[in-house]
């Protein structure tokens, strides 16, 4: 276990992951299966007969069933490898995958020790989806243990090997967004969701910044946050809605609920500036950056780059908050997806 997440924080991720938990972000149906492989079809180009392919965050399975099908497709033979803190996901993914005939060596353990981990074996496909905000929200020293993941995957990758790479697109503002909460759901969880954010992991200072509240003659909630703090809150509150309609949560006590304790936008590890998030292009920039340094007789190069919109999110939102037409609220409901490849000189 990494000493960057104690034992409490440990236990607490083992708690939160449970099998209903497991089921509401990868639901055992053919809609979800679907997903999967269209997301991960990027990949396609890149796997070869014997490729070693290890997904970081395995959930319970889907994603390496995906990955599994796109090489059946191709009539290709690949080595399933799998990594996840979590007991539960660990042997929910092992019952699933043994269900399903495919073979794969699943491993518990810390993102940030692969080397050690993997017993210094290569990989040519790496998978990091949804997960390295999971690391930087659970992680004592959030920042180092998120590049030391990054640079952990880096060393292990073969010649010509590929990371993909999905998690949260944020904003591209830099100064205080206003926002207009128009429920009453949106206005009780912001009361909720500062009380209770990211407390596991004592950042929640972090976000108790000086906020604007203002009721207008309509009875709406104004705010005024910046950024980081507004793009949190919206997609929180997305989520929550979500999780609450499928029971996993508590409406007046979540603080057991899993994600109030994750950071989904992560902060520039290299900005000057107060609050920079991780835009698009800035994410796969750091990324490269980080890459470089890691491997200086390497080449890399960005081979696929696409923001996705989410719609149904967007949908949600504006119908709760109101963005003063500002684009926010189209902003913060997208994610990113790249993948950069690595040359030897």
């Given amino acids: 276990m990494d ?5 409490e924080i440990e236990s607490w991720i083992e708690k939160s992951t449970s099998l209903e938990y497991l089921n509401v972000i990868n639901p055992k149906s053919i809609d979800a299966f679907v997903d999967f492989q269209q997301r991960l079809a990027p990949l396609g180009s890149f796997i070869f007969n014997g490729a070693n392919i290890l997904s970081i965050g395995i ?37 699933y995958l043994e269900s399903k005939g495919i073979k794969a060596s699943l491993l518990k353990g810390n993102a940030t ?26 992680s004592i020293s959030s920042k180092e243990n998120w590049i030391k993941t990054l640079t952990e995957s880096i060393s292990i990758l073969n010649d010509n090997g590929i990371i993909y790479i999905r998690d949260f697109a944020a904003p591209n503002s830099l100064e205080d967004v206003q926002l207009t909460l128009k429920s009453k759901e949106s ?24 906020v604007i509240k203002k009721l207008n003659l309509n009875g709406y909630l104004y705010l005024k946050l910046n950024p980081w703090l507004a793009a949190e809150f919206s997609i929180h509150f997305r989520n929550f809605k979500n ?56 080449v890399f190069e960005i081979v696929f780059l696409a923001t996705i919109p989410k719609q149904k999110t967007k949908i949600f939102l ?10 926010f609220l189209s902003e913060v409901s997208s994610k990113v997806e790249f993948i950069i490849q690595k040359n030897f000189i």
Avoid at 3 to 7: D, S, T
Avoid at 250 to 257: A, Y
């Fill in 243 to 298: 999780d609450l309609r499928y029971g996993l949560i508590n409406s007046k006590k979540i603080s057991s609920w899993k994600e109030i304790n994750e950071i989904y936008f992560i902060p520039h590890p290299f900005s000057n500036i107060k609050i920079e998030l991780l835009t698009s292009n800035k994410y796969a920039e750091c990324v490269m950056d980080i890459a470089r340094a890691t491997e200086t007789q390497s």
């Fill in 113 to 138: 020790c692969l080397k050690s981990l993997l017993e210094n074996k290569k990989m040519d496909i790496i998978i990091l989806s949804s997960v390295l905000h999971e690391i930087f929200s659970y």
């Fill in 318 to 327: 504006e119908e709760h908050l109101d963005d003063h037409k500002s684009g």
């Fill in 3 to 7: 000493l960057n997440i104690n034992k």
């Fill in 59 to 95: 959930r319970r399975g889907l994603e390496l069933e995906a990955v599994k099908e796109i090489a059946n497709q191709r009539n290709i033979e690949v080595n399933l490898f799998g990594l996840d803190l979590s007991n539960n996901s660990i042997k929910e993914t092992s019952s």
């Fill in 187 to 210: 206005q009780d969880f912001f009361d909720l969701f500062c009380l209770n954010f990211a407390t596991i992991s004592n950042k929640n200072n972090l976000f108790r910044q000086q």
